[in-house]
């Protein structure tokens, strides 16, 4: 009975949200190039069965935050099996030590997360030894940080009117859930160039971003999908690209139909597919832990013992709602 209420929960949600991003798209201006809007199903925490699923509905992106995660999930023999042609999206962030073990994964399509020249050199070299210069290039996109916030505290201040009165443990579970990595926005152009002139191994794709948390769109449209639009045509401009070419990486299951609307052809969706997600209190909250322990302060491991408890602080948070 558990399968035959999933299959169609889950069939249900898929065929909503593919309507309702084609009636996103069919709303976009004609100035915006006319891109179909890829849709990633975001299956963090969600058992294979369940991508699997989905996988039967005729969704064939998939996203998952955690390096561990994706490769238990991308290696799963029921997902070999049922799913040969998956195409897995990294979308966390990547730490330089798990680049190798990334790299590993099966069907890998696309990283969204490079953040940096650093991190770009490294997962060019890294692609280059594991599959070999010959093989295809590895696509990735360059994560910006659009929204720019200064510092931890104007991070609480644009939360909560009342972020002086949170505790210690409060505010760290707010800065789990709204911490983003990213690259300065006027660095944009120089990293593209050097992924494109030096990266031979990788396929620059677009950029992408997180966006701010919350934000009122009776404001206007989100500054942040704005910010990833002109630094798109920036870099078209500076290195000669067509704009159709260059995808933005923006819109998740709260804002996905706006940022559609206004550009994005590639959005992240996950709790409107498969549900709220549920983090076990546990050692089980990294899949198949290494023996060899992660550094105390990894995000690879504290963001996910802090979520659930953070998604719990959040609901009780002052934020302005769509």
């Known amino acids: 009975m558990w399968k035959v209420a999933m299959s ?16 996103a798209a069919a709303r ?12 990633v199903a975001v ?48 979308i966390g962030h990547l730490q330089k030590n798990n680049v190798n073990k ?39 996109m360059v994560q910006i940080n659009t929204s720019g916030e200064k510092s931890e505290l104007s991070l609480l201040n644009r939360l909560s009117t ?3 009165t949170l505790s210690v443990g409060q505010k760290f579970c707010v800065m789990s859930v709204v911490g983003k990595h990213g690259l300065p926005p006027e660095e944009t152009v120089n990293t593209v160039k050097h992924i494109v002139s030096q990266c031979s191994a990788l396929h620059f794709s ?8 919350g934000y009122n769109l009776s404001l206007g449209p989100n500054p942040d999908f704005e910010m990833l639009l002109s630094r798109r045509q920036e870099v078209c401009d500076s290195l000669q690209l067509p704009v159709e070419e260059v995808e933005l990486s923006m819109g998740m299951s709260t804002d996905f139909e706006h940022a559609i609307e206004v550009g ?33 302060h990894s995000p ?3 963001s996910k013992v802090v979520s659930e408890e953070a998604s719990k602080k959040m609901q009780h948070l002052t934020v302005s709602q769509q």
């Open 300 to 302: 690879e491991k504290t």
């Open 102 to 140: 990334l790299l590993g994964v099966p069907n890998l399509f696309l990283i969204e997360t490079v953040d940096s020249v650093k991190l770009a050199e490294k997962v060019n070299s890294s692609w280059q030894r594991l599959r070999g210069e010959s093989m295809q290039r590895l696509n990735v």
């Open 206 to 213: 677009g950029l992408m971003t997180i966006g701010r948390y």
């Open 8 to 23: 169609e929960e889950v069939g249900k949600a898929i065929q909503s949200v593919v309507e309702r991003v084609n009636q």
């Open 43 to 90: 299956s963090k925490t969600k058992p294979p069965e369940m991508v699997i699923e989905a996988y039967r509905q005729g969704q064939r992106n998939f996203g998952e935050n955690y390096v561990n995660e994706l490769v238990d999930k991308a290696s799963d023999p029921l997902i070999l099996e049922s799913c040969p042609d998956i195409k897995w999206h990294f």
């Open 28 to 39: 976009r201006p004609k100035t915006l190039p006319a891109v179909t809007p890829r849709l």
């Open 162 to 164: 009342n972020a002086h």
């Open 264 to 296: 994005s052809t590639n959005v992240r969706v996950g709790s409107i597919i498969f549900g709220n997600r549920e983090y076990p209190n546990s050692a089980t909250n990294t899949p198949n832990p290494s023996p060899v322990p992660s550094p105390a």
